[in-house]
């Protein structure tokens, strides 16, 4: 007789094994066997609910998306206006120890892009251009849909450029940048 298995518990767990090893080895490290020996079963107990080493990064990656919608919603409370808009922008360049951990799977989830279209996560790429899209309209920006693509354009470079010179691009660095874009999309 089959185990009974939770589909959505399984998935999370593997999602929890996969940046545990991440954490620990790195994100070259993610393979089946690496995730698989994380949750103390075999390969099978991965391949069959995540078969690839793309699908297993982007589990991980769609995983935390639901923690940073949460965590979005907190950050910005009650906040209205130009207030709401910068505070979306600043949270989307936050430096916490599991974002940056978490911008190394999608650089490895977006490397594969090629090869396995189907593994890129694009649900939240547009869910983040919609909330800047929404924030910028409540702030009264004048082209919102401009301001969406450019505000989407500088967070994802932001991802980048706290992998290529993470020194450089320090918190205050970034909330500088941030608040000069909004404060020229919010005159234009």
Not at 88 to 112: A, F, G, K, N, Y
Request: net charge negative.
């Amino acid at each position: 007789m089959p185990i009974d298995v939770d589909e959505v518990q399984r998935r999370k767990a593997i999602a929890e094994a996969t940046l545990a090893v991440a954490a620990r080895d790195g994100a070259r490290a993610i393979t089946i066997r690496a995730v698989a020996k994380e949750l103390g079963g075999s390969t099978a107990m991965v391949t069959n609910y995540v078969p690839t080493r793309t699908a297993l990064i982007t589990n991980a990656v769609r995983a935390a998306e639901s923690r940073w919608r949460a965590d979005l919603e907190a950050h910005l409370g009650d906040l209205s206006g130009a207030d709401r808009l910068r505070a979306t922008v600043e949270w989307h360049l936050s430096t916490e120890p599991e974002d940056l951990l978490l911008r190394t799977l999608w650089v490895e989830m977006l490397s594969s892009a090629h090869s396995d279209p189907n593994g890129v996560d694009r649900q939240e790429p547009r869910e983040a251009r919609e909330e800047f899209g929404d924030a910028s309209t409540a702030a009264g920006v004048p082209d919102a849909g401009l301001a969406a693509d450019v505000l989407s354009l500088l967070t994802r470079g932001y991802y980048v450029s706290t992998m290529e010179e993470p020194t450089y691009w320090t918190p205050e660095r970034a909330s500088r940048v941030a608040r000069a874009v909004v404060d020229a999309l919010m005159d234009a």
